[in-house]
């Protein structure tokens, strides 16, 4: 890299099989996944002449789920079908007809497919991208209390629907 | 699960605070000497460390097609580098397209648009001669025969 700050075609280089698994496990499928990681990289083009050198994973988890999140309040706003009132509700009894199973990742990946926005987005921060509590309120400007309940109440979710 | 005395106050979110070591440390011994003496904040304890060690466990999922684009080593979307369609896009790409296809189909002038009742008259007078001398119906596709 030249300097303290890589260009973006060395961050998608180097950092782009991150980004695309981040991407994957917000939105649960493949299409939605190369379209945020499309235009997480806009943004990070945009973004790199003030970036801070500093922990470019948590910077570009950052920018993906904020690029996820905008996708889901814009969906919200022109909504496509009715949300349950209750979370659990969400978790199928069974897998539908076009999701894989087979193999316990699929199933894993199914699960949180299917928990709220909010909880999967405070999951993923914490147990695929690996990022403090701090650093999840700090990305999705919510307090250290939401965080821990989000990544709580989640983890319960899945475990329910993985049983 | 194991259910538990719901009188009593029990650790919830501040399990998953203990799992990832997100406790101070005055915090993380009331959380220890809780769990030791309340056998439902163990076992919730257990299921969400299983759903936490699910989640770190998945592999790293691949990108199926090139996240850049490869010939000309640019970004999408940035100048001389032609950003490739997302699915929203090709989606209203299509949409633009037909309303072109449509827009083009229909009679741009009413004065220069066939008339109903001449067509009428041209699908009766095919009807005379090919259609069913009942219903006096042109035929919609030739009859095909299969086999010898």
């Known amino acids: ?163 | 699960m194991i259910p538990r005395d719901p009188g009593a106050d029990h650790l919830d979110d501040v399990l998953s605070a203990y799992l990832d070591d997100e406790l101070a440390p005055a915090a993380r011994h009331e959380a220890e000497a809780h769990l030791a003496a309340c056998a439902g904040c163990r076992a919730e304890l257990d299921e969400v460390s299983a759903a936490r060690r699910a989640i770190r466990i998945l592999p790293v999922h691949a990108a199926r097609r090139p996240l850049v684009g490869t010939e000309s080593g640019g970004l999408p979307g940035t100048p001389g580098v032609p950003r490739p369609p997302s699915r929203r896009r090709a989606v209203w790409a299509l949409a633009a397209a037909v309303a072109a296809a449509i827009a083009f189909l229909l009679p741009r002038d009413p004065e220069v648009a066939p008339s109903l009742p001449s067509l009428a008259d041209s699908h009766a007078a095919r009807a005379s001669i090919t259609g069913d001398p009942l219903t006096q119906l042109a035929p919609i596709a030739v009859p095909v025969r299969f086999g010898p």
């Open chain 1, 1 to 163: 890299m030249t300097g303290e700050v890589p260009t973006w075609e060395e961050v998608a280089r180097t950092h782009g099989r991150f980004l695309y698994n981040v991407a994957y496990r917000l939105a649960g499928n493949d299409d939605d996944a190369y379209d945020l990681v499309q235009e997480a990289l806009l943004r990070v083009r945009k973004g790199l002449e003030t970036y801070q050198p500093g922990s470019m994973e948590g910077w570009l988890s950052r920018i993906v789920t904020n690029v996820f999140l905008d996708e889901v309040r814009r969906k919200r706003r022109r909504p496509v079908e009715v949300m349950p009132d209750d979370p659990e509700r969400l978790l199928p009894s069974t897998p539908g007809a076009d999701e894989r199973t087979d193999g316990f990742s699929d199933d894993v990946q199914s699960a949180l497919h299917h928990l709220p926005e909010e909880f999967r987005t405070a999951v993923v921060l914490c147990d695929v991208v690996g990022l403090s509590y701090e650093e999840i309120a700090d990305a999705i400007a919510v307090p250290v209390g939401t965080v821990r309940s989000r990544i709580h109440r989640g983890r319960r979710l899945l475990r329910t629907a993985l049983q």
